[in-house]
Antibody, heavy 119, light 107 residues
Framework: EVQLLESGGGLAQPGGSLRLSCAAS????????MSWVRQAPGKGLEWVSI????????YYADSVKGRFTISRDNSKNTLYLQLNSLRAEDTAVYYC????????????WGQGALVTVSS | DIQMTQSPSSLSASVGDRVTITCRAS??????LNWYQQKPGKAPKLLIY???TLQSGVPSRFSGSGSGTDFTLTITSLQREDFATYYC?????????FGPGTTVDIK
């Protein structure tokens, strides 16, 4: 059974940093692209970043480029998202999602981690 | 970036109704279109990928169609557990944009 478990969410001050983790199990982690998707309170879904499986390429939404960094440790079956220079508009539930047939098909999702940016 | 739109933004329906939601991409995305269902406080769930392929375990009352820029999600005979918000999303290229969502609630 595929399981994705996010951790590391919490309260951060504007300009501060947080690191999210996503522990994966139930599939061959290294073989799949992994993404982060966020959802601000009461709003829709926004794709944030992807780390592909082959070649290890990374891509970011313009809204987070230069501030967030995605990484993965295939030996630990874990995906990370480093959030720096946080802004109030980064407040959201952050989901990690497994890539499917295509890297951008999100076939399994974690339960989400809430990040609140406030002074 | 590819922009995704959905209509309607919300609809009210009764159990047993047929429901259709449309999604439009700002440029052709072939059939690289996915549909997700999200219930309050829960993570999204993949329903359909590649425009018309049902994800494993999803009831057959859900179906998808379309290609290029115009797509539809149809729910035949709406069930109580189908009241939720539905999002389309393009997987043609990054950034993998989502539509704004369509909320289906009880009439």
């Amino acid at each position: 059974e595929v399981q994705l478990l996010e951790s590391g969410g919490g309260l951060a001050q504007p300009g501060g940093s947080l690191r999210l983790s996503c522990a994966a199990s139930g599939f061959i982690f290294s073989s799949y692209a992994m993404s982060w998707v966020r959802q601000a309170p009461g709003k829709g879904l926004e794709w944030v970043s992807i780390f592909t499986s082959s070649g290890g390429s990374t891509y970011y939404a313009d809204s987070v480029k230069g501030r967030f960094t995605i990484s993965r440790d295939n030996s630990k079956n874990t995906l990370y998202l480093q959030l720096n220079s946080l802004r109030a508009e980064d407040t959201a539930v952050y989901y990690c999602a497994k890539g499917g047939r295509r890297s951008g098909d999100f076939d399994y999702w974690g339960q989400g981690a809430l990040v609140t940016v406030s002074s | 970036d590819i922009q995704m739109t959905q209509s309607p933004s919300s609809l009210s329906a009764s159990v047993g109704d047929r429901v259709t939601i449309t999604c439009r991409a700002s440029q052709s995305i072939n059939t690289y279109l996915n549909w997700y269902q999200q219930k309050p406080g829960k993570a999204p769930k993949l329903l359909i990928y590649a425009a018309s392929t049902l994800q494993s375990g999803v009831p057959s009352r859900f179906s998808g169609s379309g290609s290029g820029t115009d797509f539809t999600l149809t729910i035949t005979s709406l069930q109580r557990e189908d009241f939720a918000t539905y999002y389309c999303q393009q997987s043609y290229n990054a950034p993998f944009t989502f539509g704004p969502g369509t909320t289906v609630d009880i009439k």
